[in-house]
Antibody, heavy 125, light 106 residues
Framework: EVQLVESGGGLVKPGGSLRLSCAAS????????MNWVRQAPGKGLEWVSS????????NYADSVKGRFTISRDNAKNSLYLQMNSLRAEDTAVYYC??????????????????WGQGTTVTVSS | EVVLTQSPATLSLSPGQRATLSCRAS??????LAWYQQKLGQAPRLLIY???NRATGIPARFSGSGSETDFTLTISSLEPEDFATYYC?????????FGGGTRVEI
């Protein structure tokens, strides 16, 4: 079964750090671009970051650029999001998402055919 | 940044009726527009990619059309499980962006 499972969310104070992980199974992880997408409580979806198959290309939303770092370990079938200098507006459910092989490009962009269940990040004092 | 505007915000319909959802882009996204369905407490599910291609396992009652800046998701005959929120997303340009969503309710 194709699956993505996020972990690492929690409650953190403003200015703090968290590292999210996403464990992939059931497919050849190294063959797919991967992204993080978030959803603030009661709000819509917001793209956060993209990484290409071999980590050659990464991209970030302006709202997180310079604070968040996306990475992956293809040997461990895992995707990561290191989040530093967290702000209240980073509070959201964070989803890892697989870019569809049919709807993506070599830079990591695309549409998402597999999603994790999400992990909740709450930034509050 | 490409801004995606979805309309209407809420669509009130009954099972068996046809639903027509709109997504308008602030600039051309060519054909690179996708649609997702999200139910409360669940992750989104890909329905349509690149304007009109149904994702794996998506019923034929879902169809997409459009190009450049104007796109439509049509649900030909609503089933009870179709009542949810629908988002469009463009992959034509960085940053990737989503529309604000259309809630389809009974």
């Amino acid at each position: 079964e194709v699956q993505l499972v996020e972990s690492g969310g929690g409650l953190v104070k403003p200015g703090g750090s968290l590292r999210l992980s996403c464990a992939a199974s059931g497919f050849s992880f190294s063959s797919y671009n991967m992204n993080w997408v978030r959803q603030a409580p009661g709000k819509g979806l917001e793209w956060v970051s993209s990484i290409s198959r071999s980590s050659t290309h990464t991209n970030y939303a302006d709202s997180v650029k310079g604070r968040f770092t996306i990475s992956r370990d293809n040997a461990k079938n895992s995707l990561y999001l290191q989040m530093n200098s967290l702000r209240a507006e980073d509070t959201a459910v964070y989803y890892c998402a697989r870019v569809s092989a049919a709807a993506g490009n070599q830079y990591g962009s695309g549409s998402y055919d597999v999603w994790g269940q999400g992990t909740t990040v709450t930034v509050s004092s | 940044e490409v801004v995606l505007t979805q309309s209407p915000a809420t669509l009130s319909l009954s099972p068996g009726q046809r639903a027509t959802l709109s997504c308008r882009a602030s600039q051309s996204v060519r054909i690179y527009l996708a649609w997702y369905q999200q139910k409360l407490g669940q992750a989104p599910r890909l329905l349509i990619y690149d304007t009109s291609n149904r994702a794996t396992g998506i019923p034929a009652r879902f169809s997409g059309s459009g190009s450049e800046t104007d796109f439509t998701l049509t649900i030909s005959s609503l089933e009870p499980e179709d009542f949810a929120t629908y988002y469009c997303q463009q992959r034509s340009d960085w940053p990737l962006t989503f529309g604000g969503g259309t809630r389809v309710e009974i």
